[in-house]
């Protein structure tokens, strides 16, 4: 496989391990605050309120795996950035009174936002993090939300130094990552601007059952024309196959393909290659054919055309012909 493919490969890996280890943590914390709103400081409000974070923190990846297997993790990451500050902002209105402490929730939102999104949208997420923070200031003493959290003045101080030490635990999370996928790229750049190949920390641990589990994808697929079927997805043949999503999208990636909708676009250009050289186009349409093939849309096809055969589905169809005279 194409060294620089790899390299990719290991740096969406380390994305989504970061984002799964940031889910997870972030619903544990969730849910300990839950624990002490409920049981110890007793306002329930504010511990719904926790409840109902770690809930859509924990399952979020499990519902979007099943209903949208082909949204890509940038759009899921860009997603959680813009609803997350929003989500803060109603609990530093809620401790206002009591605490500004509570803005220490908004540092890892650019952080991540460089990490994932790159220098551009870090810098965008910078700025609205900040424009949420002045929103917050501004309103703190308008929005009347009243608690009981005055009579806690003691608990209060230590909710504030969970607050910090969760705070730090969060950005090491993400700095610690942060250098691990810098290394890569920095060896990507090496590589390109020196022509040598340096050694990839692709886990080991995958790769011998990779390729086994790639080949009956491969049958299922193939065997089955699934790719004709604009709603098949990855769930789908994770059923099928009584596979994990994760391990079948990692025997994917370690493949060369990015995700899986690239690994089906592939087998549904290849079937629109071939209709369209058995086709009498005079008589049928190129809609027909990319439809046959599984595609919902002329814009989705004619963009994994280009990606794969690199010139517009007009200018194949036109060079076919040239040869075909």
């Known amino acids: 496989m194409d060294h620089t493919v790899l390299r990719e490969q290991e740096i969406l890996r380390l994305k989504e391990e970061l984002s799964i280890r940031y889910n997870y943590l ?11 709103y409920f049981f110890i400081v007793k306002e329930k409000l504010f511990g719904y309120y926790c409840l109902s974070g770690a809930i859509a923190l924990l399952s979020h990846v499990y519902l979007l795996n099943t209903f949208f297997p082909s949204l890509s ?8 950035l813009i609803v997350a500050p929003i989500y803060i902002y109603f609990i530093i209105l809620y401790f206002w009174k009591c605490s500004i402490f509570q803005f220490c929730w908004l540092v890892p939102v650019p952080l991540g936002a ?19 923070a002045v929103v917050a200031i501004f309103t703190g003493d308008i929005v009347p939300i009243h608690t009981r959290i005055k009579s806690y003045e003691n608990i209060f101080r230590y909710n504030d130094l969970l607050s910090f030490g969760f705070n ?6 993400l700095i610690y990552y942060k250098d691990k996928i810098r290394e890569q790229e920095l060896l990507s750049i090496i590589e390109k601007r020196k022509r040598i190949t340096l050694p990839i920390t692709v886990d080991e641990k995958e790769m011998p059952f990779a390729k086994p589990l790639f080949e009956k994808i491969e049958n299922e697929i193939v065997a089955n024309k699934h790719f004709t079927n604009p709603e098949f997805n990855i769930s789908m043949l994770s059923t099928i196959l009584k596979v994990s999503n994760n391990y079948i999208s990692k025997s994917i990636r370690l493949q060369g393909y990015s995700n899986f909708s690239t690994y089906i676009n592939s087998y549904r250009i290849d079937y629109v290659k071939s209709l369209i050289s058995k086709s009498n186009l005079e008589k049928v ?17 004619n963009k994994a055309f280009k990606q794969f055969v690199g010139m517009t589905p007009s200018e194949y169809i036109q060079i076919q012909n040239t040869e075909n005279k």
């Open 26 to 36: 972030m619903g544990g914390i969730l849910l300990l605050f839950t624990f002490i």
């Open 73 to 80: 993790l940038e759009k899921r990451v860009r997603g959680y």
């Open 114 to 132: 460089y990490i994932f999104l790159g220098k551009k949208e870090g810098s965008f997420f910078s700025v609205y993090t900040l424009f949420i």
């Open 168 to 173: 730090i635990v969060i950005v090491y999370l």
């Open 285 to 301: 349409t190129l809609m027909y054919i990319y439809t046959e093939a599984g595609f919902t849309n002329q814009s989705t096809f």
